[in-house]
């Protein structure tokens, strides 16, 4: 059980840090989205962030550690893409498909502590990593609810209005 241990200390340390990445992520992805609910999911998705880094904190409590400084290079490079596409002027459907890859990472990662607490008789902690566990996977069906019955839909309204304008112009 030692490895074990160490693995899940090593993940609960990259989570902590790409929890605390995140937060700041949001705020830009909020203010880059065109749609209103769009920028209210980023929202109130930035404020469940600070919550589950709050458990994450309490999960180190419990397993009295401190957080440790330690830099999780996935999500800088998930957050790195969703600047690139803001960058690009992409719009929402880029905004959905990237907070939906962070969202998909969070799940997988979140699944495994959670599992790991449990071998490790860490009930306490395997509580609190299922409640943000649960919370992840509520994220990622409400950024699919919103791009398929808003954003999506608006985008292809939108294509098809700039084909129609292109192809009355070459008349």
């Known amino acids: 059980m030692n490895k074990l ?13 790409a929890e ?17 609910e769009l920028k209210e999911a980023f929202m109130s ?13 309490e999960v180190f409590e419990i397993l009295e550690n401190k957080p440790p400084t330690q830099q999780c290079k996935a999500m800088q490079g998930l957050i790195s893409e969703i600047e690139e596409r803001i960058e ?23 699944g ?8 490790l ?21 409400h950024l699919t609810s919103l791009a398929v019955q808003i954003v999506n839909l608006d985008d292809r309204e939108v294509e098809h209005a700039a084909k129609s304008k292109d192809s009355d112009n070459d008349k």
């Not at 241990?5 to 840090?17: G, H, P, R, S, V």
């Not at 929402?92 to 990662?109: M, R, S, T, V």
């Not at 495994?112 to 071998?119: E, I, S």
């Open 112 to 119: 495994c502590l959670r599992t790991w607490a449990q071998l």
């Open 5 to 17: 241990n160490e693995c899940f200390l090593a993940e609960l340390a990259d989570i902590y840090d």
């Open 45 to 57: 998705q930035h404020d469940k962030t600070e919550e589950h880094v709050r458990r994450l904190e």
């Open 88 to 110: 690009e002027a992409l719009g929402d459907a880029c905004l959905i498909c990237g907070a939906q890859k962070i969202e998909h990472y969070e799940i997988a990662a979140y």
């Open 121 to 141: 008789d860490l009930d306490e902690a395997s509580n609190l990593l299922e409640e943000t566990l649960e919370e992840e996977t509520d994220s990622d069906e």
């Open 20 to 36: 605390k990445q995140l937060i700041k992520a949001l705020q830009k992805m909020a203010q880059a989205a065109e749609h209103e």
